[in-house]
Nanobody
């Protein structure tokens, strides 16, 4: 089973950018669908973006479409979330998750391995 660790969070002004990284252990990273989720205080965890094994298929929440980009490099066992034009409502703890299988799910309950999360704070 793959283990994932996020990094790259921080404090940024509205309109700024951040790039989150998700480093995965194990030799089967290319067999996992990767997803990014976020959870703001007092709210449920929500889907942000997901990417297929090969990176050819990506999905985004409507709230981030056009601003965020998910990508991966299987040779580096790493996935990224590039976040541009950040808004205060993007403030949350961001989680990377891995899902064994080919279905590129947007449902958090279908992901098996989760990181500890990284805080993203966007000031107005």
């Amino acid at each position: 089973q793959v283990h994932v660790v996020e990094s790259g969070g921080g404090l940024v002004q509205a309109g700024g950018s951040l790039r989150l990284s998700c480093a995965a252990s194990g030799r089967t990273f290319s067999s996992y669908v990767m997803g990014w989720f976020r959870q703001a205080p007092g709210k449920e965890r929500e889907f942000v973006a997901s990417i297929s094994w090969t990176g050819t298929s990506t999905y985004y929440a409507d709230s981030v479409k056009g601003r965020f980009t998910i990508s991966r490099d299987n040779a580096k066992n790493t996935a990224w979330l590039q976040m541009n034009s950040l808004k205060p409502e993007d403030t949350a703890v961001y989680y990377c998750a891995a899902r064994r299988g080919s279905y590129v799910s947007t449902a958090p309950e279908q992901y098996h391995s989760w990181g500890q999360g990284t805080q993203v704070t966007v000031s107005s």
